[in-house]
């Protein structure tokens, strides 16, 4: 859940890449890590294996000064994919504010995507959260390689809900469509934020009747 | 979570306070997702944050392993360096406090504080964890995008060479 730090005025977001193996979740924050400019990205952080596949997560953080008179930070975490790492998925489930499940685009890719996209909804639950009731996007990776399922088809197997969330076609390894995910999804919990704190009408009118009386 | 200015500063003075009694280097004192609630230490809040994610993950795993042994929770975790060791320890069952510390103190040393740290903290962090989850209080500050606020954007240059794609195994 979102961070505030009244005293520092910063406030943290944590948001997750999540998605089957091998579908570009790391590649997603490689690309950001090498095009943010340096006043706007920490350290990127990655536990993988020997063979280069995450083990347990990938961090990268990235600041903003989007919401008025605070830091904006957002905590950008990829999950392992592989099946035999669902508890540390679930672990880096813990305190989500926004989603982007990162969907391989190949034919023979699909029966992963669906278990993972199921998957995620599992691990939610083991957190009381519902994906209906977290910010979250759609990518569909790698369109530069043939082979690739249409976005009709992606979008009916992997956005099942009544509320359905927005999608982008992605090549990760070059950088198409990450930065507008990455915006679009810390748009969309800045957004989820600012409702969540707005003070109700009946605390306005308690705070002003305060300032009246003083 | 909403930390409020008050909140933060006691905070911030219990964590130093504890370096100088144990004669430590650093210390923080993070949540289990790995937000910095306060910290004792020479780096900026932003080169803090790999280290806070990365304990946070660490004593998650560890978590995890003492359910597999029976066990509701490992308290604490130590990893002894060579010259430089990290002790962990969670405190009212939502943080932990990080504690860096060197040769010229000792773990013992270092937990007799963590000790004393933990009864004075408790009443503050469990009032913490016991927040909705908007966060709210008494100190709720009204928050709005800022008009002239950016995103992100890539820099100018030419984009990095692409990261190759890794073949599976």
Known sequence: MSFVNLDKKEIN????????????????????????????????????????????????????????????????????GQTMYNQTRRLVLSGVDGLVFV???QWDCMENNADSFKNLQENLRSHNRALEDIPYLLQFNKRDL??????????????????????????????????????????MVMAQFIQQHQLSVDELVRKAAGSEAR | MVVTVEQSRLLNKAVADLVAQAEAEEAYLTDFDGNVLAQASPHDSRSVQGIAAL??????????????????????????????????QSLASQFLILVVFARQTTVGLVKLYVRKLSEELDPLLRELAGQTAAGVGADREAFAL???????????????????????P
């Open chain 1, 13 to 80: 977001f944590k948001i997750v890449y999540y998605g089957p193996p091998l579908s570009g979740k790391t590649t997603n924050l490689e690309y950001l890590h090498a095009v943010m400019p340096k006043e706007v990205k920490g350290e990127m952080t990655m536990l993988s294996t020997k063979q280069d596949r995450t083990l347990y997560f990938d961090f990268l953080p990235l600041e903003s000064r989007a919401i008025k008179g605070f830091v904006s930070r957002f905590q950008l975490y990829t999950v392992p």
């Open chain 1, 103 to 105: 969907g391989d685009s």
């Open chain 1, 146 to 187: 043939p082979s690739v399922a249409p976005v009709e088809y992606m979008d009916f197997l992997l956005n099942p809900l009544k509320t359905r969330a927005r999608y982008f076609e992605t090549v990760a390894t070059q950088g198409i469509g990450v930065a507008e995910t990455l915006n679009t999804i810390c748009k």
């Open chain 2, 55 to 88: 304990s946070a993950g660490a004593f998650s795993a560890t978590r995890q392993l003492a359910g597999l042994m029976g066990e509701a929770m490992f308290q604490s975790v130590y990893h002894q360096g060579h010259n430089t060791h990290l002790y962990m």
């Open chain 2, 146 to 168: 800022d008009p002239a606020g950016r995103l992100f954007e890539q820099r100018p240059a030419s984009p990095p060479a692409a990261p190759e794609r890794r073949a599976p």
